[in-house]
């Protein structure tokens, strides 16, 4: 495919011509025509076909002035005078060419014809072409083009003191040099103008697009037969995956993304490609064949910093985590909870930086986009704020993500309640919080809608018991002494013991309804060990109770 696109950019003026000029007046500067400060010069460059042939110059004081065009009006104007001389300008519209005819075959048939641009004299052979150099009186020579059919040639470019300046010779030197690169250039760019050429290299076109989409066809079969082979963990067997089929699993969706790649990177290549067809964007075209090679090396680049971020992130968060020897215990076991949960959301925030820096770069260095006006970036600044107004409601739940993790509000692993839903904290996303309820199912909060907290298990946790007893005969003072005796023990407890921080207090009657006389106890327990306690003391509790010959309530109010 390469050798077959050689001939194609080599031959750049097939597809690489810029708009026809005048020689009295300057053309407007093109798009991204920014001339090239370089001390007392103001430099341009002069392209035929697009491809640059030299550059003129123009005093950097005063160049723009009555005058002094500026290089930049100089390289338009020059390029526009030698376009006449290989791709001469249509000096009627299509209609004004129909009315011409029209009125040629049915009223005046004298055989003129206005909107041809034959009667420039400028459509001869490429090898009638020729270029001179005529010397003026002030030093400086002007290059005019003469052909066979015109009675006078065609003035191209005046080779002014200034250029003889930059280049460090003479007017008359100089244009002998510009001279013999003009009549080689424009008489290749005439030559391969012609529809002969223009057919040959279309079809060229056409062969190499032909191949490359059957290319991309056979990339998004094989893409379709490996995402039907990927198996989701649930579907397997037993629901559990070894660690060869884990790995299989991995190298499966490894496979996907590379065959998605690849398919994006041959769209941008037929792209590139078929720009080769548009006269004038032969420099396009070798952009967007180069596009993917760029966007590979950009986001290796972002790849590795952000990889170095990471590690450096993990390294500042492990000597956090590690900083904690004057600590209690409880601070200590909260801090290294809060580590995994900084760790993680860490690593999401340097991904999404990553993915962010390697759009906002490859869009930048899309042709065209660099060369956006003032008021382009302003209307994509305008879309922008529009854009946080309709997803408001995401940048919320980011930034309240971020809130929860810096004021520590919950982390992975406590057990909470948000906004009247309770389970244990799973996962704390930038956008969402997701919460394991006891029946298993998972709920996912909106980081937004995170209140009121009610953290069941920072720093410690605790539980309250409380023992509806029958009002029928009860001996209060026995009762309470026998819960008391029973909290001892299990406090005690070398099982238990290291769970506690500490005694489990008696409250004594917390309530007294018709149907019970309420007993509450308090534990307080470590971080998320309260469950397990509660259910042991209040096993242990109605156990010596019903030893003991104290009734429990049959009905709890």
Not at 164 to 176: D, P
Not at 205 to 211: N, R, S, T
Not at 382 to 409: E, I
Not at 497 to 514: D, H, I
């Amino acid at each position: 495919m390469l050798g077959a696109l050689a001939p194609l950019a080599i031959a750049g003026g097939a597809f690489a011509g810029k708009s026809t000029g005048s020689a009295t007046a300057p053309a407007p500067p093109s798009t991204g025509d920014t001339p090239t400060e370089a001390g007392s010069f103001e430099i341009a460059p002069v392209r035929i076909l697009g491809i640059p042939v030299f550059p003129v110059t123009s005093p950097s004081l005063g160049s723009g002035t009555a005058g002094h065009p500026t290089a930049v009006q100089r390289a338009r104007v020059i390029e526009g005078n030698m376009a006449l001389l290989y791709r001469p300008p249509h000096l009627c519209s299509t209609g004004e060419w129909l009315a011409e005819q029209l009125l040629q075959a049915a009223f005046l048939r004298d055989g003129a014809n206005p909107c041809s641009d034959q009667r420039l004299g400028l459509r001869g052979p490429a090898e009638a072409l020729r270029v001179e150099a005529v010397p003026q009186a002030g030093g400086d020579v002007v290059l005019q083009a003469s052909e066979p059919g015109r009675e006078r040639p065609l003035p191209v470019l005046t080779v002014t003191q200034e250029d003889a300046r930059l280049y460090g010779t003479t007017t008359e030197r100089l244009a002998r040099r510009w001279r013999s690169v003009l009549e080689r250039r424009l008489r290749y760019a005439r030559r391969i103008l012609t529809p002969t050429e223009l057919w040959r290299r279309w079809r060229r076109v056409a062969v190499i697009e032909l191949a490359l989409g059957t290319l991309l066809l056979g990339v998004l079969a094989l893409w379709r037969r490996s995402r039907g082979r990927i198996v989701p963990p649930s579907e397997e067997k037993g629901h559990a995956l070894g660690t060869r089929r884990n790995l299989r699993l991995q190298q499966g969706r490894g496979l996907r993304g590379l065959l998605f790649v690849l398919a994006l990177a041959l769209l941008v290549t037929m792209a590139g490609v078929a720009t080769f067809a548009v006269p004038g964007e032969v420099p396009l075209a070798l952009d967007l064949l180069l596009l993917p090679l760029g966007v590979l090396l950009k986001v290796a680049v972002v790849a590795l910093v952000a990889l170095l971020l990471r590690l450096l992130g993990r390294f500042l968060l492990s000597q956090w985590a590690s900083a904690r020897a004057d600590l209690p215990e409880e601070r200590r076991a909260r801090r290294d909870q809060r580590h995994h949960s900084l760790q993680l959301m860490s690593r999401r925030l340097i991904s999404l930086a990553g993915c962010a820096v390697v759009a906002l770069w490859v869009v930048s260095g899309i042709p065209g986009v660099r060369e956006l006006s003032a008021s382009a970036v302003l209307a994509s600044g305008a879309l922008l704020g529009a854009l946080a107004l309709v997803f408001q409601g995401l940048l919320r739940d980011f930034v309240a993500g971020l809130v929860v993790l810096l004021d520590d509000r919950y982390a992975i692993g406590d057990s909470v309640d948000l906004g009247g839903l309770s389970g244990e904290v799973v996962d704390i996303g930038m956008l969402s919080t997701e919460l394991r309820g006891a029946d298993q199912r998972v709920v996912t909060v909106p980081n937004s809608r995170c209140e009121p907290v009610v953290n069941h298990t920072k720093l410690h946790s605790g539980a309250e018991l409380k023992l509806p007893l029958a009002p029928g005969g009860l001996d209060l003072p026995r009762a309470l002494a026998l819960v008391r005796e029973e909290t001892s023990a299990f406090a005690a407890d070398p099982a238990w013991q290291p769970l506690l921080l500490k005694a489990p207090q008696v409250r004594g009657v917390s309530e007294v309804t018709v149907d019970a006389v309420w007993l509450s106890v308090l534990l307080v327990t470590a971080t998320g060990r309260q469950g397990g306690a509660r259910r042991e003391l209040l096993q242990r509790l109605v156990e010596r109770l019903g030893q003991e010959g104290i009734s429990l309530a049959s009905t709890a109010g």
